[in-house]
């Protein structure tokens, strides 16, 4: 197939890699035209996690009619678009499939190039996107629902792992506790707002450092130390919601926070960004705030709009692709847990 030789500027993004149905217009990697987020949270609730059939199903819903918003939001035609950009994985494989098919036949039928794009290399375009973005290479915290990892990130298109979970993710934590104490999902925002009138030094739940050289992660124990409180405090944990919130959040952004600066003081680098769903999280951005400014180092923090999932960072990050003459074959698949960029 054969592009006609437009300058590469305007990219429609799409997302599909979870619970999100999103579509994004972006200019020139970092103008955001518009960004619309279909979110399916009503439809999970009630099961306390994404039921992945389901998910599939609403995206195939929602996919054409957030596209269309997308570019009535932007005010433009879709003549106007130059190329378009969807998350290949990893994620959902139904979930996926439904934006990455959508993707491919809208930019067949506009005669335009497109690209896949590694949601979590979205995730830290979330990061670059603002009107300050950091000098690479800088570390990487990105921590969402389904991660936790801490990346080298060299250039936009270049990030390498310097550590990861071993086990569950942080987010995940965070709706596994608040599934446990009946609170609902997800359990991020719940957590963090009950939290707010909680007294963080009242439980000492455990930090699992491993290695503490060494920058992996494991969230496991934690959940498990929550679930046994509650047990030994059958009587009276009801009463004390606020304070298991505050010590469990103030355990994990301690290990989180203390981490990524070691990291980043490991490569010699004094720049630190956060990303990822968790990087909504209040604490999490004052605490790498402060032990960032007592290291000396600068801290990038994205708009809470793009923290958790969304179709703006997938165009960002597919801009900077396309632009560069990547181009994605008609014939290419989605992937479930490979880390490929
Ligand atoms: O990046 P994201 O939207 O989806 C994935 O790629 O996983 O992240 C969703 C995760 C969920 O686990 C949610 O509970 C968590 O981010 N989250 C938060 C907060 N807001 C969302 N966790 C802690 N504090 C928050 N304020
Ligand atoms: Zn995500």
Not at 25 to 52: D, M, N
Not at 267 to 289: E, F, H, K, Q, S
Request: charged fraction near 20%.
């Amino acid at each position: 197939m054969k592009y006609s030789l437009k300058p590469m500027k305007t990219i429609l993004g799409i997302e599909s890699s979870c619970d999100e149905t999103a579509a994004a217009v972006v200019s020139r990697g970092t103008e955001i035209l518009s960004s619309v987020v279909a979110s399916q949270i009503k439809v999970h609730a009630p099961f306390g996690g994404v039921v992945p059939e389901l998910a599939s199903r609403k995206h195939l819903e929602s996919i054409a009619p957030v596209v269309e918003q997308a570019l009535e939001d932007a005010g433009i035609s879709r003549d106007q678009i130059d190329g378009v950009a969807v998350t290949r994985g990893p994620g959902l494989v139904g979930a996926l499939l439904v934006g990455f098919s959508f993707a491919k036949a809208y930019a067949f039928a506009l005669d335009v190039p497109w690209v896949g794009v590694n949601h979590l290399l979205g995730h830290i375009h979330s990061v670059l996107m603002s009107p300050s973005p950091p000098e690479f290479p800088f570390a990487a915290l990105l921590v969402s629902g389904g991660h936790t990892s801490i990346y080298k990130v060299s250039s936009r298109t270049d990030m390498e792992v310097m550590g990861q979970t071993r086990d569950d993710a942080a987010g995940e934590a965070f709706d596994k506790v608040s599934k446990a104490m009946g609170l609902g999902y997800p359990g991020g925002e719940i957590i963090s707002k009950l939290a707010e009138s909680g007294d963080p030094h009242k439980i000492s739940f455990p930090r699992s450092w491993l290695d503490k050289k060494k920058f992996d992660f494991s969230f496991s124990g934690i959940k498990t130390a929550v679930g046994r409180y509650m047990q030994v405090h059958e009587d009276s944990w009801h009463d004390e919601k606020a304070d298991i919130a505050a010590s469990f959040q103030e355990a994990v952004v301690e290990v989180l926070a203390t981490k990524l600066i070691n990291a980043a003081k490991s490569i010699g680098c004094p720049r630190v960004a956060v990303a990822g769903g968790v990087a909504a999280n209040a604490c999490l951005r004052d605490r790498v705030t402060q032990l960032a400014a007592k290291a000396g180092m600068s801290v990038h923090l994205p708009d809470i709009s793009l923290c958790g999932d969304n179709a703006a960072m997938i165009a960002a990050a597919g801009y900077y692709k396309l632009a560069a003459g990547e181009r994605s074959p008609l014939n290419m698949d989605v992937f479930s847990r490979m880390e490929k960029l």
